[in-house]
Nanobody
Framework: VQLQASGGGLVQAGGSTRLSCAAS????????IGWFRQGPGKEREGVSC????????WYADSVKGRSTISKDHATNTVYLQMNRLKPDDTAVYYC???????????????????WGQGTQVTVSS
């Protein structure tokens, strides 16, 4: 499984950005795709995930209500749309994948087996 994250960049507070995670290789609907972020001096934390089997989603409280995760099954690409961005959203964002059967609940980075390279999101105040 290979993951390629893209999107992000420099955004003003209150603005929006859309991150993309293109998955390739032996990936199918048995996989969960998650988004994680690591801000300066912080631990990596879960942001959102989507289950391939039923499309169920999860959001961290910090982004709930202003973010949407979605999946294009035709291209195996997962998107994370983030709105009303705040300076606290500044981080390197990573996408990750794992078989659903390997997960506890999909919210922790230790649950995931495959990782993309990360993409920077910087929110200016």
């Amino acid at each position: 499984v290979q993951l390629q994250a893209s999107g992000g960049g420099l955004v003003q507070a209150g603005g929006s950005t859309r991150l993309s995670c293109a998955a390739s290789g032996s990936i199918n609907n048995d996989y969960v795709i998650g988004w994680f972020r690591q801000g300066p001096g912080k631990e990596r934390e879960g942001v959102s995930c989507i289950f391939g089997s039923d499309g169920d989603t999860w959001y961290a409280d910090s982004v709930k209500g202003r973010s949407t995760i979605s999946k294009d099954h035709a291209t195996n690409t997962v998107y994370l749309q983030m709105n009303r961005l705040k300076p606290d959203d500044t981080a390197v964002y990573y996408c990750a994948a794992s078989l659903e059967s390997h997960l506890l609940d999909g919210t922790g980075p230790d649950e995931y087996d495959y990782w993309g390279q990360g993409t920077q999101v910087t929110v200016s105040s």
